[in-house]
């Protein structure tokens, strides 16, 4: 299960890559293969805090990771 920190980490990061707080169809589409959630937990799990604390500490870590790339992206535009 992912750290209470990793758990405010990714929620940072995807606000500041440009997703925001709320599970979307965008930040659904963005992720790598592996790490996904499915249309029934984006309508059950409202926000990315939540749905980030189903990731194992492994998934969150590559979550962060990607994330930081985007963020990365998103400030060099």
């Keep these: 299960m ?3 920190k990793q758990i405010t980490y ?6 500041t890559a440009g997703y925001g707080k709320h599970l979307s169809s965008r ?5 790598p293969r592996d ?6 937990d984006a309508s059950r799990l409202q926000t990315v805090q939540a749905w980030a604390a189903t990731l194992s500490t492994a998934q969150a ?4 990771d990607w994330l930081l790339a985007k963020t990365k992206t998103a400030k060099a535009s």
């Design 35 to 40: 790490i996904s959630f499915s249309s029934r």
């Design 61 to 64: 870590s590559a979550v962060i």
């Design 10 to 15: 990714i929620t940072d990061l995807a606000v």
């Design 2 to 4: 992912a750290s209470a």
């Design 27 to 31: 930040l659904a589409a963005d992720l």
